[in-house]
Nanobody, 118 residues
Framework: QVQLVESGGGLVQAGGSLRLSCTAS????????MGWYRQTPEKQRELVAR???????NYADSVKGRFIIFRDNAKNTVYLQMNSLKPEDTAVYYC????????????WGKGTLVTVSS
């Protein structure tokens, strides 16, 4: 079993920055993917960014150039550096993990709220 614990959400003004962290514990496969998704009451959960254990990344078009995902494999931790935040980035952000490079995510965190005020 893998558990995910997120931190770093909060309230920020538009144009500001926040960094989210997610630490995985338990039976972590050496080859894996971790990522961040977000959801609002009006929209389905959507991908924000993913990163493999080999540090390959992919981003949603809406965050390219503003958000950076990176990880520390020794700490089983993934980070999401969010810059130039916009009110439309307001959402609950979920960390996710899968024990492979492709396919559905297997494990989800409880989520952390990010609110961007205008």
């Amino acid at each position: 079993q893998v558990q995910l614990v997120e931190s770093g959400g909060g309230l920020v003004q538009a144009g500001g920055s926040l960094r989210l962290s997610c630490t995985a514990s338990g039976s972590i496969f050496s080859i894996n993917t971790m990522g961040w998704y977000r959801q609002t009451p009006e929209k389905q959960r959507e991908l924000v960014a993913r990163i493999t254990s080999g540090h390959s990344t992919n981003y949603a078009d809406s965050v390219k150039g503003r958000f950076i995902i990176f990880r520390d494999n020794a700490k089983n931790t993934v980070y999401l550096q969010m810059n130039s935040l916009k009110p439309e980035d307001t959402a609950v952000y979920y960390c996710a993990y899968r024990a492979r490079l492709y396919g559905d995510m297997d494990v989800w965190g409880k989520g952390t709220l990010v609110t961007v005020s205008s």
